[in-house]
T-cell receptor, first 112, second 111 residues
Framework: NAGVTQTPKFQVLKTGQSMTLQCAQD?????MYWYRQDPGMGLRLIYY???????DKGEVPNGYNVSRLNKREFSLRLESAAPSQTSVYFC???????????FGPGTRLTVL | KQEVTQIPAALSVPEGENLVLNCSFT??????LQWFRQDPGKGLTSLLL?????REQTSGRLNASLDKSSGRSTLYIAASQPGDSATYLC??????????FGKGTKLSVIP
């Protein structure tokens, strides 16, 4: 099992550009999450998906959209990137009925 | 709004020492608390998860305790090793499986 994978690992964007961060898990988990991690702050939840076909806002959803394409994949889209979205983005998944979340390696995004 | 605080922000200890990392949370109505390890440039690895009904969990040299009523958890690391150097994060789940994270404690174990 690869676990939770994220692509790309690194990305540099210019202000106003758009891009999609990809996340996939091969553990047959129902729930998936997107977090951002900024220096001096804890991880903050952007969006989550409790199951295929459903998505909900987390603590900091503004400026982002998500798609739960199927059970395996959960993508995060920045329509018009801003410097404030420079961060490390983590995807996580969780099996139904269990509390533990499993994290991917992260995508390091810089918006100039 | 739930807030999670971790003290100290950074800690440096000589190899072999036992150490304690602290985590406090403002709302005691939690389902569970989870401790993670994060290595530089890497994702998070779950170390221990304590349910709200439990007082502690152990895994190898790690022991995590939970005092829900006082809003505190500690992570005890016995006989520290240089390989334990990392940032340790605690997170609480208060509902709908959303986690609230602390900012972490950066641990350096000096050989």
């Amino acid at each position: 099992n690869a676990g939770v994978t994220q692509t790309p690992k690194f990305q540099v964007l210019k202000t106003g550009q758009s891009m999609t961060l990809q996340c996939a898990q091969d553990m047959n988990h129902n729930s998936m999450y997107w977090y951002r991690q900024d220096p001096g702050m804890g991880l903050r939840l952007i969006y989550y998906s409790a199951s295929e076909g459903t998505t909900d806002k987390g603590e900091v959803p503004n400026g982002y959209n998500v798609s739960r394409l199927n059970k395996r994949e959960f993508s995060l889209r920045l329509e018009s990137a801003a410097p404030s979205q420079t961060s490390v983005y983590f995807c996580a998944s969780r099996p139904t009925g269990h509390n533990e979340q499993f994290f991917g390696p992260g995508t390091r995004l810089t918006v100039l | 709004k739930q807030e999670v605080t971790q003290i100290p922000a950074a800690l440096s200890v000589p190899e072999g020492e036992n150490l304690v990392l602290n985590c406090s949370f403002t709302d005691s109505a939690i389902y569970n608390l989870q401790w993670f390890r994060q290595d530089p440039g890497k994702g998070l690895t779950s170390l221990l998860l304590i349910q709200s009904s439990q007082r502690e969990q152990t895994s190898g040299r790690l022991n995590a305790s939970l005092d829900k009523s006082s809003g505190r958890s500690t992570l005890y690391i016995a006989a520290s090793q240089p390989g334990d150097s990392a940032t340790y994060l605690c997170a609480v789940r208060a509902g709908s499986y959303q986690l609230t994270f602390g900012k972490g404690t950066k641990l350096s174990v000096i050989p």
